[in-house]
């Protein structure tokens, strides 16, 4: 039986095709994964009620260097969460505007209160386990208010 000399050529065809089509995913899939995903919401129970702002949660290193502050979307808080107990300053370094810093216990309860301007910095002098960073003038945050992620 005699071979087909097309056979080659349709193969090879298949080949360059599967691999377009696979090169075009992956470039769909990278442009997919660049845009962030929607904003969350937080709750603050306060002395007041409870507040609800439009936020995101930050559990991982990449996701704490990139302060409310410093990021385009259109958010009201921002909430660190730390794997362990720190007393690490905090800095509003090229920050665009104020914000309110909540330093949070393991619980997530209110220790401190501090606002900062854009390039201010301050060390907590206790530790903490999260930080609520919210935009001036939302919400009034005191010691022994609770978040709710």
Same mark, same amino acid.
């Given at each position: 039986? =005699?071979?087909n000399?097309f %056979?080659?050529l349709?193969a090879?065809a298949l080949? $360059?095709? /599967?691999? $377009?089509?696979?090169?075009l *995913?992956?470039?769909?899939?990278?442009r997919?994964?660049q845009?962030p @995903?929607?904003?969350e919401?937080l709750?603050? %129970?306060?002395r007041e009620?409870?507040?609800?702002?439009?936020g995101r949660?930050?559990r991982t @290193?990449?996701?704490?260097?990139?302060?409310? *502050?410093?990021r385009?979307e &259109?958010?009201?808080?921002l909430l660190?969460l730390?794997?362990e107990?720190?007393d690490? @300053?905090f800095s509003?370094? +090229?920050y665009r505007?104020p #914000?309110?810093v909540a330093?949070?216990? +393991?619980k !997530?309860q209110?220790?401190? #209160?501090?606002r /900062? !301007? &854009? *390039? =201010?910095?301050?060390? @907590? +002098?206790?530790?903490?386990r +999260?930080i609520?960073e #919210?935009?001036e003038? %939302?919400?009034?945050?005191?010691p022994g208010?609770?978040?709710?992620p």
């Open positions: 039986m =005699e071979r000399p %056979l080659s349709i090879f080949l $360059v095709l /599967l691999s $377009v089509v696979s090169f *995913g992956y470039l769909l899939a990278a997919r994964l845009t @995903p929607p904003p919401t709750t603050v %129970l306060t009620g409870p507040r609800i702002l439009k949660l930050a @290193p990449e996701a704490w260097r990139l302060g409310l *502050g410093l385009k &259109p958010l009201e808080a660190y730390f794997p107990a720190t690490a @300053p509003a370094q +090229g505007f #914000v309110v330093f949070l216990d +393991g !997530n209110v220790l401190k #209160v501090v /900062l !301007n &854009p *390039g =201010e910095s301050v060390a @907590p +002098g206790t530790l903490y +999260g609520l #919210v935009k003038d %939302l919400v009034p945050l005191a208010d609770q978040v709710v």
